[in-house]
């Protein structure tokens, strides 16, 4: 069963930084590319950022390059999206996504980021 927990979200002022982490299991970790995607209220969900299997190729989504760095550690079957100098626009719940995985894949719960101006 594959499963995905999302942590790290909470209430920051703008200007802040808040390191997220999603903890993966049921499948081959270390073998999977890995995606921070979010959610705004009213809106779609969009994908922010995504990194290789081995950590060694990353994308940005163009509003967050420059602020956001998505990173893994294959060891602990978790990866990281650091945020700094956050805006109220990057308010969202957070989720990460694996793809490839088909129907096994279920969204986690994702964690909330709240920016104030």
């Known amino acids: 069963q594959v499963v995905v927990v999302e942590s790290g979200g909470g209430l920051v002022q703008s200007g802040g930084s808040l390191r997220l982490s999603c903890t993966a299991s049921g499948f081959t970790f270390s073998t999977k590319i890995m995606h921070w995607y979010r959610q705004a209220p009213g809106k779609e969900r969009e994908s922010v950022a995504g990194?290789?299997?081995?950590?060694?190729?990353?994308m940005y989504e163009d509003s967050v390059k420059g602020r956001f760095t998505i990173s893994r550690d294959n060891a602990k079957n978790t990866v990281y999206l650091q945020m700094n100098n956050l805006q109220p626009d990057d308010t969202a719940v957070y989720y990460c996504?694996?793809?490839?995985?088909?129907?096994?894949?279920?969204w986690g719960q994702g964690t909330q980021v709240t920016v104030s101006s």
């Open positions: 996504y694996v793809p490839g995985l088909g129907a096994r894949f279920v």
């Open positions: 990194i290789s299997s081995g950590g060694d190729n990353t």
